[in-house]
C-alpha cells in the first residue's frame, strides 16, 4: 500500500509563507486526484485543496487566493504552497489519495501562524 509522508509544517507569523511537501512511496502518476486536508482539535478533517492528474485543481473558500496545489509527478511528490497565513490557518495538515475507493493519509505535519 502506498505510504505518503508529509513535510515542511512549522511555525511562522501571520503573512508568512510555507510549503508543504507530500511524498509518495511509489509512482503517483497514474493517481487521480490527491490532496491537502487539515483537522484542528476536536473537529472534523476538511478538504483544503485537490488536485487531479491532469491538473485540475479545487480549493476550499476559505484558502482561495492563498494556497496553492501543484503535483510532481516525476518526483512523486504534491505541494501546498500557503502564503498570506493567518492564525486559523494554525492546524495539522494531511496528505491523502485515494485508490481503490481506499482512503491513504500521511501522518500530519503541523502548521502554527502567530499573531
Known amino acids: 500500500q502506498v505510504q505518503l509522508v508529509e513535510s515542511g509544517g512549522g511555525l511562522v507569523q501571520a503573512g508568512g509563507s510555507l510549503r508543504l511537501s507530500c511524498s509518495a512511496s511509489?509512482?503517483?502518476?497514474?493517481?487521480?486526484?490527491m490532496g491537502w486536508y487539515r483537522q484542528g482539535p476536536g473537529k472534523r478533517r476538511d478538504m483544503v485543496a485537490r488536485?487531479?492528474?491532469?491538473?485540475?485543481?479545487n480549493y476550499a473558500d476559505s484558502v482561495k487566493g492563498r494556497f496553492t496545489i501543484s503535483r510532481d509527478n516525476a518526483k512523486n511528490t504534491v505541494y501546498l504552497q500557503m502564503d498570506s497565513l493567518k492564525p486559523e490557518d494554525t492546524v495539522v495538515y494531511y496528505c491523502?489519495?485515494?485508490?481503490?475507493?481506499?482512503?491513504?493519509w500521511g501522518q500530519g505535519t503541523r502548521v502554527t501562524v502567530s499573531s
Open positions: 491523502n489519495v485515494v485508490i481503490s475507493g481506499v482512503y491513504y
Open positions: 511509489e509512482s503517483i502518476a497514474s493517481m487521480d486526484a
Open positions: 488536485i487531479t492528474s491532469s491538473g485540475s485543481t
